[in-house]
């Protein structure tokens, strides 16, 4: 098995770098839970051990996640064994020829900007580089090189240079997933973000959340890499397209709107309520970061 390989190759790289006995320092593929392919847990298993630098040298399976959901063809009973939530009943629909049960709203006219988001350090204000397609499984890294960036979208109101609650459509995305979102990190210990909670979420590709939707099941890139429910939402983005402000706000299951930090670790893109708490759990440097919106053609 290819990942099987990968993660094999790790872990002998993560071998020869002193370890310290809390296990992980850096994120990803600090795989706490017990997976099969996982048989060591308390042993460091991120593929920067140390830092992001290993990254490049570490070939990464880029196989194409499945759209297939990891949860929506499971049974109900199935669900129930693995503790989550029930199917929702399938509305049937009446008849033929009646119209819709919901007319939409006549659409205000709108067009659409291609952009890229340059990731900068927030600290000093120096460029490390765009929100890149190159995906770590989970969420997506951020690369210097504008070849490796994502191609996004957004679609705005005529008239507008500016909106709230977007969806960044990605255009050049290694999964079929048509959003630029966020999902919940594989070792949240829920779907909300706090201060006072390492809880964090990963930039990734998702199916669409209406605007200031809860999280939700849906499928998205870190819920198809991991196997596992995790929820995400897309249309979290405030993106004015003349200032470049760009700015992702995560909506807690409370339906309130959450400080939502952005950070590196180990160049991977991750959003969260608290960066020291996040930087508490996996060592390895965690680096304030902000996003700019930088049309293209
Ligand atoms: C990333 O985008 C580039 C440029 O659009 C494209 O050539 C490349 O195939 C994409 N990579 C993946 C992994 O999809």
């Known amino acids: 098995m290819r990942t099987f390989a990968i993660l094999s190759g790790l872990v002998a790289v993560c071998s020869a770098l002193p370890v310290s006995s809390s296990g992980c320092t850096s994120e990803l593929l600090c795989d706490s839970s017990t997976t099969p392919l996982d048989p060591r847990s308390d042993v460091c298993l991120a593929e920067m051990c140390a830092d992001g630098s290993q990254a490049a040298a570490l070939k990464r399976d880029t196989s194409t996640p499945s759209k297939a959901s990891v949860y929506r063809d499971l049974s109900n009973s199935e669900r129930l064994a693995r503790g989550i ?3 929702r009943p399938v509305l049937r629909k009446r ?3 009646t119209g819709a049960l919901y007319p939409k709203r006549s659409p205000s006219p709108t067009y ?11 600290n000093d204000g120096t460029t490390l580089g765009y929100a890149s397609n190159v995906s770590f499984g989970n969420g997506y890294y951020y690369k210097p090189d504008i070849a490796d960036a994502l191609a996004l979208s957004i679609t705005l109101d005529v008239g507008s ?6 969806n ?3 255009l050049n995305a290694p999964n079929v997933f048509p959003y630029f979102g966020l999902a919940q990190g594989r070792d949240s210990t829920s779907n909300d973000i706090s201060t006072g909670s390492f809880n964090y979420l990963y930039f990734g590709g998702t199916d669409e959340t209406p605007a200031g939707s809860t999280p939700q099941e849906i499928d998205n890139q870190a819920a198809s890499s991991l196997r596992v429910a995790r929820s995400s939402e897309s249309a979290i983005w405030a993106i004015d397209i003349l200032s470049g ?8 299951s409370d339906g309130a709107a959450a400080t939502t930090q952005l950070f590196t670790q180990s160049n991977g893109l991750y959003a969260g309520g608290d960066r020291d708490q996040f930087a508490a759990k996996y060592p390895s440097p965690v680096t304030p970061i902000t996003f700019t ?5």
């Open 85 to 87: 939530p029930l199917k």
């Open 95 to 97: 008849g033929t020829g």
């Open 112 to 122: 659409t900007v291609k952009g890229h988001l340059l990731v900068r350090n927030a």
């Open 161 to 166: 240079t500016s909106g709230t609650q977007l």
């Open 168 to 170: 960044v459509a990605q």
């Open 245 to 252: 402000t760009a700015v992702p706000t995560w909506i807690n």
């Open 293 to 297: 919106w930088v049309s293209s053609a």
